[in-house]
């Protein structure tokens, strides 16, 4: 990649390095893609931390995320307003975190936020149906999306309060033996 | 950065619970207070929301950085605790944004200027410690064999295949390592001696005159060229007198200098010690998934939850695996559902109906085991057939029908391994199992049939070398007229079943999984279509490599090369395999997890090394070494060397090894292990009892709070 002098300073790496699971060249790759989804928009020179966000537009429509059918709510998940426009900061730390080192209870949270459609902090029985939807491509019949969901919240709700608090969630998480090996996104 | 929302603590009611600062459930006076509203401000579900508010998610933390926002301009020792806690969790582990974590990690370094010498120095000492275990850690990442292959294979077929992938690289590793181990300690020092740099000497039998020393490999002089061909595929003629077997290494000592190298200690030691290396490592590999599997029930989860939050693969990044992943998933949940009527119905079903079913499967079961029973009877004839119909010493070895008796029994086993699990799957449909009971079963039963039919072929080796007739055995030990170097010919039994195999996947890929695609892509027939593509089967593919690795270890002693033609042989098939998998495959309708595999994988692996070590253990201390040839010919068992070598050892020493090796050591060791094993069954039992507790309290502790919420909203309503 381009000589990291011009793009970040040492200062910058460094800390990109600290807070992610990334080290100095594959941040300096990621930069790249960035630049590569908006050449017009995304700066070079990224020294002087320019306040630059893409549109979910053009982040969906990354290799990477184009086939998930939770591509959208991956992004809005790490945007900073809600709405799916990352900056360069939010771009590192998602691809950071669907990253093969990032642990389990950090994962958990963002998946957690992932399913939670509604983002209301709990995964009630809408979420989970949009969830199924979203997998099977509305293929089920409706009665068996009902089974289904009430399955998974005879499993995983502990408190019985009839949806999935992010408790709930970890602790289903932490039994689920393919979390690791399937939530996450290679770049 | 601001501290959040906090209420205003003049509005609290009086007869609330109390609660410390943090705990305010309380609303600014005058708004409607409906349940959800108080449920959203709770610090559980504060301590989620990620941006305009400053909650770190834990409370030390929060106090800590309120501690530092504090006391910026005051005493440097009271920054030593806090730097202390925020150090326990590393900041990229924090579920914060970017700005954030950088913010923090600024004030991490401001305060990191306030501390003392010592901490400072550990701290960065620590850190530059973790640097250069990142560095290491990349470097040692691009040297991976095959990582862009695999992280495609993963991207296409998703983490299942791309496990068998890893898996296959894993062995190659493993066999290179060990041909590594092998090589430098026998055949390296034999080789440089046999070239005079150093001086050896050669082993001088004992017996010098007895017959049992009378070994004459055939195969010199002037042979047709295709003879050499069938010596290459079969180990005979001009292969059994080189390094790859037992039978060429004589040399007794080497002299270093000063240091007296002696050859035959070596061969036992690296032999055991490439064993035990290869359990270690396997163990080491297998301990993960271990863990998962043996704490949680798997039936439980290889249902609703798992599927649905953890089934979609985010590696996948092709339209047509997407695709076929969604048809997957669907599969899959249309499955369960069905298997849960089924169970429903189960419930239901009459004593009758269950006697039936009970009857049934106890007479497919026999029927099981007389399909087994054939097979094995089979390869035991087969065995027996080839040994004693093959020529091997006589000229007339380069007769092609020579050699196919010679390849009798590895045709035999491979057609039994081929046949065998189509049997069984046809017949576990019959006995009414649920659809992931029976997978399990038949790949338990192709586990046995495979691992088996080595044992069959071993044994018939065995009642061979060391059956007789008339009292010829005495002499020997073994039947010296048939088998005048044994060692060599179970190396070389090794050696033809190993070539046997890699021939047959090469050929099974190019004569029948090619063809096969052309005639679905080209001919549109119904019975062709009905056939399909061929689906990738991981279990069969992955007990296929396992066996391989299984002869490989059984003929590490006898053919110290083994591991070396082993690894090239992985190498190829990992390409054929890949290519195969491109062109030839589509991924299989019944998904096989990628979490199991791997656990069952090294389970698999860790049975076939177990059984291979059975054989070796017995060749190497129970059947008496051959005269004839080989390192052993002046002890009687090849693990005599050991003692031996003891004896010649300080008093002190001996007297400490044969204690430990003695009754009076091992029993009450024996005793120990079991004492700790069922403390750890009852700690483990103990800590069940106390998460089902945790449990019941936990939802308790829920209604409670659902209950005290309720009653909250109607005395704000009273009072509004």
């Not at chain 2, 068992?637 to 008093?651: G, L, R």
């Amino acid at each position: 990649m381009g000589n990291k002098q011009t793009i970040f300073t040492d200062e910058q790496l460094d800390a990109y390095q600290d807070c992610t699971f990334f080290t100095r060249k594959e941040i300096l790759r990621l930069h790249g893609r960035f630049y590569e989804l908006a050449p017009n928009i995304v700066p070079m020179d990224y020294t002087d931390d320019p306040d630059v966000k893409l549109p979910m537009q053009l982040i969906i429509n990354m290799p990477e995320l184009v086939e998930n059918p939770f591509k959208e709510r991956i992004v809005q998940s790490f945007s900073e307003d809600g709405e799916g426009n990352l900056s360069f900061n939010d771009f590192v730390d998602m691809f950071s975190v669907m990253s093969e080192m990032a642990p389990r209870e950090l994962k958990a949270i963002y998946a957690f936020k992932i399913y939670d459609f509604n983002t209301d902090n709990f995964i009630c029985k809408s979420d989970l149906e949009k969830t199924l939807n979203k997998l099977t491509r509305e293929e089920l019949e409706e009665e068996e999306v009902n089974l289904v969901c009430e399955k998974v919240i005879e499993e995983a709700d502990m408190d019985g309060d009839g949806k999935l608090a992010f408790a709930d969630f970890e602790n289903m998480i932490s039994k689920a033996p393919d979390f690791l090996s399937t939530f996450h996104i290679r770049i | 950065m601001d501290s959040g929302q906090r209420l205003p603590m003049a509005h609290r009611f009086p007869d609330s619970p109390s609660s410390d600062g943090d705990n305010d459930v309380f609303l600014p006076d005058g708004s409607p207070a409906p349940v959800s509203e108080f449920l959203q401000e709770l610090p559980s579900y504060q301590s989620l929301l990620r941006r305009k508010t400053s909650y770190y998610g834990t409370i030390e933390r929060r106090r800590s950085t309120r501690q530092l926002k504090g006391s910026l301009s005051v005493d440097p020792s009271t920054f030593e605790p806090a730097s202390e806690v925020m150090m326990t969790k590393p900041l990229r582990e924090c579920a914060l944004s970017m700005q954030e974590k950088r913010k923090l990690r600024d004030m991490q370094k401001l305060c990191s200027q306030y501390i003392t010498g010592w901490s400072q120095w550990k701290q960065s000492s620590w850190n530059s410690c973790r640097k250069f275990k990142e560095d290491m850690a990349e470097f040692f990442c691009h040297l991976t064999l095959w990582r862009g292959n695999i992280h495609n294979i993963e991207g296409k077929f998703g983490t299942g295949i791309g496990s068998y992938f890893s898996f296959l690289r894993f062995l190659v590793i493993l066999n290179f390592v060990m041909f590594l181990l092998m090589f430098c300690f026998t055949t390296l020092p034999v080789a440089i001696s046999k070239q005079g740099a150093f001086n050896s000497s050669n082993i001088i039998p004992s017996l010098a005159d007895s017959e049992c020393t009378y070994y004459s490999p055939g195969g010199y002089g002037l042979l047709y060229f295709y003879s050499n061909i069938i010596d290459l595929l079969s180990g005979t003629g001009f292969l059994e007198l080189t390094y790859l077997f037992y039978g060429y290494y004589t040399i007794e000592t080497v002299t270093f200098y000063v240091f007296n190298y002696s050859l035959p200690l070596a061969y036992v030691l690296v032999t055991i010690s490439c064993l035990l290396l290869s359990i270690a490592w396997i163990v080491k590999r297998a301990v993960n998934g271990f863990k998962q599997s043996l704490v949680h029930d798997e039936d439980k989860f290889q249902s609703y939850c798992n599927k649905i939050f953890a089934g979609w693969d985010f590696c996948i990044t092709d339209q047509y695996s997407a695709s076929l992943k969604h048809s997957s998933l669907q599969y899959e949940l249309k499955t369960d559902l069905a298997e849960e009527r089924i169970r429903q119905r189960k419930q239901k079903r009459t004593r009758g109906e269950t006697f039936r079913i009970y009857f049934f499967r106890f007479l497919l079961n026999i029927i099981v085991i007389g399909v087994l029973a054939g097979s094995f009877y089979a390869i035991y004839r087969a065995t027996v057939y080839s040994l004693e119909n093959s020529n091997t010493v006589s000229g007339s070895n380069a007769d092609p029908i020579n050699l196919l008796v010679e390849y009798l029994p590895s045709i035999v086993i491979t057609i039994a391994n081929i046949v065998t699990p189509l049997i069984f799957e046809s017949i576990v449909r019959y006995e009414d199992y649920s659809p992931a009971f029976e997978i399990r079963f038949t790949l338990i039963r192709c586990v046995f049939v495979r691992l088996a039919s080595i044992a069959v072929l071993l044994i018939s080796l065995w009642t061979r070398i060391t059956s007789c007739q008339n009292q010829t055995c005495n002499l020997c030990g073994y039947n010296y007229k048939m088998y005048p170097c044994w060692e060599s010919r179970v190396g070389q039994e090794m050696y033809k079943l190993m070539i046997f195999d890699f021939l047959i996947i090469v050929a099974l890929t190019l004569f029948v999984e090619f063809p096969r695609k052309l005639m679905v892509t080209y001919w549109s027939s119904k019975l062709v279509q009905w056939w399909g593509q061929q689906e990738f089967e991981i279990p069969q593919n992955v007990l296929e490599i396992v066996y391989g690795q299984t002869i490989c270890w059984i003929g590490i002693f006898y053919s110290p090369l083994l591991p070396a033609i082993a690894t090239v042989k992985y190498f190829i098939i990992f390409y054929i395999k890949k290519v195969s998998l491109i062109e030839n495959c589509r991924p299989s309708t019944r998904p096989f997890r990628a979490s199991s595999s791997n656990f069952f994988f090294q389970v698999i692996l860790l049975i076939g090394l177990v059984l291979a070590c059975i054989p070796v253990g017995f060749g190497i201390a129970y059947i008496p070494a051959s005269k004839a040839c080989g390192l052993f010919v002046n002890f009687t068992t090849s693990w005599e060397i050991i003692p031996t070598v003891v004896k010649t050892f300080p008093n002190g020493l001996q007297k400490f090894i044969y204690v430990i090796a003695s009754e009076s050591f091992a029993v009450p060791f024996f005793l120990l292990s079991c004492l700790v094993m069922f403390y750890f069954i009852a700690l483990a039992g103990a800590h069940k009892k106390v998460v089902e507790q945790l449990q019941e309290q936990l939802a308790m502790e829920s209604r409670d709070k659902l209950f005290l919420i309720r009653r909250l909203t109607e005395v704000h309503h009273i009072k509004v």
